[in-house]
Every structure is written in structure tokens, then in C-alpha cells.
């Protein structure tokens, strides 16, 4: 599973801790997991839940800058690969330990608001997808892309053009949207602007090898017993839950 906690939890920290052990998942993926107090403790007590290999790419001379953490059931070990994206602290690549292995990548694409490392950032992830020889993979997290006229409830024209392309492009080249693999053009959101329009931001791609193996996948927004009537009460973006029978592989 990937969720975007917001801005490293802070003193929401419990309640998202709560809500993943709610989820069960085998590995877990965070955006916006930081160097401060309340994603340390979030990690620590993770660590105590069963989930004891973990990765993370924090800046330790910036802690407070959004970084990813991976929390697994499963050994991980580090991928470094010349080509990735450059914004070090947005991208994690790690081979599972699982049977049949599974190679991982954990990521927060920048904004459309810092073109400079958006693009290049997705470039490199097509890139990657053409070149891929490293068997079942997953890539999942905060894509901050979405395709036009179905990935958003309001039509925003071509701004985000761009953004659409590339998916189109991973597809193309045999990375599979595993929501729109099993659900179609099936309209959900995982994040709501100010204006409250919804956009599906957060995705994941299984490679060519994985594809076989996808068994379900949802978007579940945490949920808060104190505050339960918001629908961003721990985060502002859903998580999504991957199934995945790896005996089909």
C-alpha cells in the first residue's frame, strides 16, 4: 500500500498509525514521511508492529522536508540505478524479499507548481519502464499526474496535457495502471483541491511480469473516530491498496 500522510503527520501521527494497522498490509509505503519528531515515532512504532525493514530518504541536513518511507514485512535492499529521479528524497527503489521476488519503487512526483523537477522527474520513470528488465515491479505513490477528462471531476483542459501523456506513455509501455486494469474508466478521487475538485493523483503501476498478479486494488481514506465526519481528518489523500496473488506470477 502507498498513502501520502501530509506534511509527516504530525499530531496525527496516532490516528494514522492506527488506521495502517487497520489496513494489514504486508509493506507499506509513506510520501510526505519526514526527519521530525511525529514520523520518527510513526516509524518506531511501526518497527514494533512487525514492520522491521524499513527504508527511508530523508535529508538528515533538512529533516523537515517531505521525504518517503518503506515499512515492510519482507528483508528490503536499496536499489541505487544511474538514470533515476534526482530529487533523491521523492524516489526509493527497493528489491522484496518475497517469493517470486519483487523489485519496489516508492514515489512523490513534485508538483506541476516546480515544472523544472516535474518533468524531468517523470522522464525519468518512462525511461525506467522502457529499459525494464528487473522482473515483477511495482511502481506506486503520489504520481501528482492524472489523465485528462477522467482522472479529475471538474474537465481542466489541457494544462495538464503533460501529465496525461505519460501515463499513456508507461501504458504503452507495458506498466499497467492496476486501477484502471481491473475497474476501468470507473471515476475515483484521491485528493480534493481547495475547491473541492477531485483528482485521482495516486497511483500503481505493475510491469509487464506483475500484471498477472493483480487481484485488487482500492482507495481508502483514513478514518479518525474523533473526527469522523472528515473525510481528510488524517490526511488529505486516500491511500491505495493493492492486492496482488503472487502465485500467478
Known amino acids: 500500500m502507498s498513502w501520502n500522510i501530509r506534511a509527516g503527520s504530525g499530531k496525527r501521527a496516532p490516528g494514522v498509525l492506527?488506521?495502517?494497522l487497520a489496513w494489514q498490509p504486508e509493506i507499506i509505503g509513506l510520501c510526505e514521511f519526514r526527519g521530525t519528531s511525529a514520523?520518527?515515532?510513526?516509524?518506531?512504532?511501526?518497527?514494533?508492529?512487525?514492520?522491521?525493514?524499513?527504508?527511508?530518504s530523508i535529508n538528515s541536513k533538512l529533516p523537515a522536508k517531505n521525504a518517503l518511507l518503506l515499512a515492510s514485512r519482507y528483508?528490503?535492499?536499496?536499489?541505487?540505478?544511474?538514470?533515476?529521479?534526482?530529487?533523491?528524497?521523492?524516489?526509493?527503489?527497493?528489491?522484496v524479499d518475497t517469493r517470486p521476488a519483487l523489485t519496489l519503487g516508492l514515489m512523490h512526483v513534485p508538483n506541476y507548481t516546480?515544472?523544472?523537477l516535474k518533468y524531468p522527474f517523470l522522464a525519468s520513470l518512462l525511461n525506467m519502464a522502457k529499459k525494464w528488465n528487473r522482473g515483477p515491479g511495482l511502481l506506486v505513490g503520489d504520481t501528482n499526474c492524472g489523465k485528462r477528462g477522467l482522472d479529475e471531476e471538474k474537465p481542466q483542459g489541457p494544462r495538464f496535457q503533460r501529465e496525461h501523456n505519460w501515463i499513456v506513455?508507461?501504458?504503452?509501455?507495458?506498466?499497467?495502471?492496476?486501477?484502471?486494469?481491473?475497474?476501468?474508466?470507473?471515476?475515483?478521487?484521491?485528493?480534493?483541491?481547495?475547491?473541492?475538485n477531485g483528482f485521482r493523483l495516486d497511483h500503481a503501476f505493475c510491469s509487464p511480469q506483475l500484471v498477472p498478479a493483480i487481484a485488487g486494488l482500492q482507495h481508502a481514506w483514513g478514518s479518525d473516530p474523533g473526527n469522523?465526519?472528515?473525510?481528510?481528518?488524517?490526511?488529505?489523500?486516500?491511500?491505495?491498496?493493492?492486492?496482488?496473488?503472487?502465485?500467478?506470477?
Open 18 to 20: 492506527a488506521q495502517l
Open 114 to 116: 516546480a515544472p523544472d
Open 75 to 95: 528483508p528490503l535492499q536499496a536499489i541505487k540505478t544511474r538514470g533515476m529521479p534526482r530529487v533523491r528524497e521523492r524516489w526509493l527503489m527497493a528489491a
Open 228 to 249: 469522523s465526519s472528515r473525510r481528510d481528518a488524517l490526511s488529505d489523500h486516500a491511500a491505495v491498496l493493492i492486492d496482488l496473488e503472487t502465485d500467478k506470477i
Open 39 to 56: 514520523s520518527q515515532w510513526l516509524a518506531c512504532e511501526l518497527d514494533v508492529a512487525g514492520y522491521c525493514y524499513q527504508l527511508s
Open 169 to 196: 506513455d508507461m501504458e504503452q509501455h507495458g506498466f499497467a495502471d492496476a486501477f484502471r486494469h481491473l475497474h476501468g474508466d470507473r471515476r475515483e478521487y484521491t485528493w480534493y483541491s481547495h475547491r473541492n
